[in-house]
């Protein structure tokens, strides 16, 4: 793991609150000048502690209202049936998270539908039809008070 100090968590820190502020504000809140600011930024992405930059888009207003998170329980343990399942669920754009996790179940999904009749036919045609699937937990999202995701 490459090893960064107190300013460079702080660079992470306003990176992550808005990644299009330009080199020389982002220089100015953490007390650096532009060209060792520049320096810093650039040696975090080369060590890959930055992996890229992503817009924060509310999939609310592009009629993805209904979020869920849906625990996922296999049959069968074997890794071709894990990689099966998530080859199918790579290609379902209702995913938008799937996580491999441990204890009870195997998978743990984020959907994001238009809304409750769409989830019920993400939930029969999508993951009702999956062979090695065995137990689905659905969890209802009724708000975010906190979501540092970007």
């Known amino acids: 793991m490459a090893e960064i100090n107190q300013i460079d968590r702080q660079i992470l820190r306003e990176l992550g609150r808005d990644a299009r502020l330009s080199n020389v504000r982002l220089a100015e809140r953490v007390g ?32 993805a209202g209904f979020r869920a998170y849906v625990s996922v329980g296999l049959s069968s343990h074997t890794k071709a049936s894990q990689e099966a399942f998530e080859k199918a669920v790579a290609l379902a754009p209702e995913v938008v998270e799937c ?38 937990t659905t969890f209802v999202v009724l708000g975010s008070p906190k979501d540092d995701r970007a």
């Open 99 to 136: 996580h491999n996790v441990t204890g009870s179940i195997e998978y743990l999904l984020r959907i994001e539908v238009a809304d409750i009749e769409a989830y019920k036919s993400f939930h029969t045609d999508v993951l009702g039809t999956l062979p090695t699937v065995s137990a689905i």
């Open 32 to 63: 650096l000048s532009p060209s060792a600011c520049l320096r810093r930024v650039q040696d975090l992405e080369r060590s890959g502690i930055i992996r890229g930059y992503r817009p924060v888009i509310d999939r609310a207003r592009l009629g």
